[in-house]
């Protein structure tokens, strides 16, 4: 089945500095992709949709100067948390649909534990 | 708005144990359901869906039943196995985006 990879799966970084989060199709190409953050005990909440080769859409309340979100190709986005600070310790998670999505956003990646110090 | 509701868990069974997560949703119209399960140290799978009321989604021995008068999705499986420790979600569709629930651990004991 369809593939999507996220790296790292561990992040922790101190506070103040970025930290960018990858997510790769491995064997689809990927015309949108979602980012999702999880607080613990709390739903998965989805952030932002990108599409490739144009700018994100931020779900309310989402910085997008904070949370940069870039798709250029129909393989790889990528998620930077900028100016990080222990607030943003989350759980970030990525999925992506191929264009012929059998369901749509079935494809999730394995997730990033950030720890903002 | 549109929500999902999961029980808490973790949930614990012994191995051929029945299962039951509850799932109930909040939601203007018709919108599909799912439930996505995670194993431990990869990314959520699609286990099954349901378009429409009165639709059962199935998979691997686990069956939902869309409830369109309970407003709920309830997973169930027959006889758990060990290999079926993990944590599932129950979701719904709205548009182009996903709304989930907040998970539930499943694990099952030999």
């Known amino acids: 089945g369809a593939v999507v990879s996220q790296h790292p799966s561990r992040v922790i970084c101190k506070s103040g500095t970025s930290v960018k989060i990858e997510c790769r199709s491995l064997?689809?190409?990927?015309?949108?992709m979602f980012w999702y953050r999880q607080f613990p005990k709390q739903s998965l909440m989805l952030m932002a949709t990108s599409n490739e080769g144009s700018k994100a859409t931020y779900e309310q309340g989402v910085e997008k100067d904070k949370f940069l979100i870039n798709h250029a190709s129909l393989t790889l986005s990528t998620l930077t948390v900028t100016s990080a600070h222990p607030e943003d310790s989350s759980f970030y998670i990525c999925?992506?649909?191929?264009?012929?999505?059998?369901?749509?956003?079935?494809?999730f990646g394995q997730g990033t534990r950030l720890t903002v110090v | 708005g549109d929500s999902v509701t999961q029980m808490e868990g973790p949930v614990t069974l012994s191995e051929e144990a029945f299962l039951t997560i509850n799932c109930t949703y909040t939601?203007?119209?018709?919108?599909?359901l799912f439930w996505y399960v995670q194993y431990p140290g990869e990314g959520l799978q699609l286990l099954l869906k349901?378009?429409?009321?009165?639709d059962k989604g199935s998979n691997k021995g686990f069956e939902a039943t869309y409830r369109k008068e309970t407003t709920s999705f309830h997973l169930e499986k027959g006889s758990v196995q060990v290999s079926d420790s993990a944590v599932y979600f129950c979701a719904l569709s709205r548009g182009d985006k996903l709304i989930f629930g907040t998970g539930t651990r499943l694990q099952v004991f030999p």
């Open positions: 999925s992506a649909s191929a264009p012929s999505g059998a369901t749509w956003g079935a494809f």
């Open positions: 349901a378009t429409k009321a009165d």
């Open positions: 939601a203007t119209g018709y919108p599909s």
């Open positions: 064997d689809f190409q990927a015309t949108t």
